[in-house]
């Protein structure tokens, strides 16, 4: 890569999605998106499921679909990465959801997008820098408990990087939001794992510059 290509920044990221997810853009292709993957949970009924449910069985697929589509695009989202198969026969109740870009002003003239990293983490609970494909990011992570009146129906574990796209003008930020449902009781241990896993996706993030 040249000097002049360094300077230039790149217009999308690549992030690769764990073996039995699927990836819905938000933007453009989303209902044919969609379509596939609801098919595909079909198809994947277990053998002996009553075939006059099957109608039923899609339709609440569908509907569940399009509430998290509506959900991630209310918060900015452009990708939506799901689970849509079954690990060792559970279905996992997460998701991941890349914003669209945002432009946040220099902390100061001369300065650059690491001062607003440093603001931020000086804020957020749990904050720590990452790197990313040679770009440093923040990370936090918290558990959201159930509020109704805030709109959170569910208790969730939500792991987030805030990453600085590189050489943009005006600055430009792009976040990645990882949640997972918290169902009463359940082992902790079993939310670090998917953290885990979360985390080793957004270690597979690299830029575009094609």
Known sequence: MTTAEHRRAPNGFNLV???????IPLRTGTEEAMDRIVRKAVAQLPVGFPKDDIPKARLKLTQEMKKVVRRARAKGGMTLYLPTERLHGVALPVSI??????EIPRVRPNSGPEAVLAALASVTPGAETRELDATAALRSERDVPADAAQGVDVAHRRVEYFVPVPDSAPDQYLTFSFSALIAPGSD??????????????????????A
């Open 188 to 209: 902790p241990a079993f939310y670090d794992t998917l953290v885990e896993l979360f985390d080793a996706v957004m270690g597979t993030f690299r830029w575009s510059y």
């Open 97 to 102: 959801v890349a914003s669209e870009p945002i």
């Open 17 to 23: 999605p764990p073996p039995g997810w699927d990836v």
